[in-house]
């Protein structure tokens, strides 16, 4: 089965401090892992993504760190703020299956003032 | 402004009772799809359509039904034969390509009463 592993479930942070998230997929078929970013009561949106070709790509306080080998992925969020109070989803999809997302279980981040 | 539409925000069914959740995009994206949330379990996805007139089921698509008419438009059934209706639906919208952004709206959240 083509499943995405995320942990942890909760995460609780200090303003101005750094959130991991951690993802494990089994499909090496994977082409693309993309986080999304939900408010309560929100559609998801799109954070940051990455493709397997590249070990880790930023975007300003966002980085997303790939280990291929050991078919994981990981979200960090440097100097995390309390609007950066979410849930966050990692995904997995890949070109030739109609880039149907797989999704994590979701990580609920709270970043405390 | 582009973007994706679904209506209502908040819909309320008897058991028993066969529903349609509206979504509607104005992006000109040729894919199109329907994911359940539920607490705790992340996305998954029930159906997707990536042309006018085609759509496959997904992980959980029983006692759902979709069409796809219209590009801009990919409507879901909730049919009495869903045992478990009650949760929060997102559709989402995605070009054609290699980019796999997936767009999301705002969700419906449907109670059965």
């Known amino acids: 089965q083509q499943q995405v592993k995320q942990s942890p479930q909760s995460l609780i942070v200090q303003k101005g401090g750094i959130s991991i998230i951690n993802c494990a997929y089994e499909n090496t078929a994977f082409d693309y892992f993309p986080w999304y970013q939900q408010f309560p009561g929100k559609g998801p949106a799109l954070l940051i993504a990455?493709?397997?070709?590249?070990s880790e790509k930023k975007e300003g306080r966002f980085t997303i760190s790939f280990n291929k080998s050991a078919k994981q992925f990981s979200l960090h969020i440097m100097d995390s703020q309390p609007g950066d109070s979410a849930t966050y989803f990692c995904a997995a999809s890949r070109e030739t299956s109609g880039s149907r997302l797989t999704f994590g279980e979701g990580t609920q981040l709270t970043v405390n003032p | 402004d582009g973007g994706i539409t679904q209506s209502p925000k908040y819909l309320f069914r008897k058991e028993g009772q066969n529903v349609t959740l509206s979504c509607e995009q104005n992006l000109n994206h040729d894919a199109m799809y329907w994911y359940r949330q539920d607490p705790g379990q992340g996305l998954r996805l029930i159906y997707y359509?990536?042309?006018?007139?085609?759509?496959q089921k997904g992980d959980i698509a029983e006692g759902y039904s979709v069409s796809r008419e219209k590009k801009e438009s990919f409507p879901l059934t909730v049919t009495s034969a869903q045992k478990n209706p009650t949760a929060f639906y997102l559709c989402?919208?995605?070009?054609?390509?290699?980019?796999?952004?997936?767009?999301f709206g705002p969700g419906t959240r449907l109670t059965v009463l």
């Open positions: 990455i493709r397997p070709d590249v």
């Open positions: 359509s990536q042309i006018v007139n085609d759509f």
């Open positions: 989402a919208s995605k070009a054609s390509g290699r980019a796999d952004t997936q767009y």
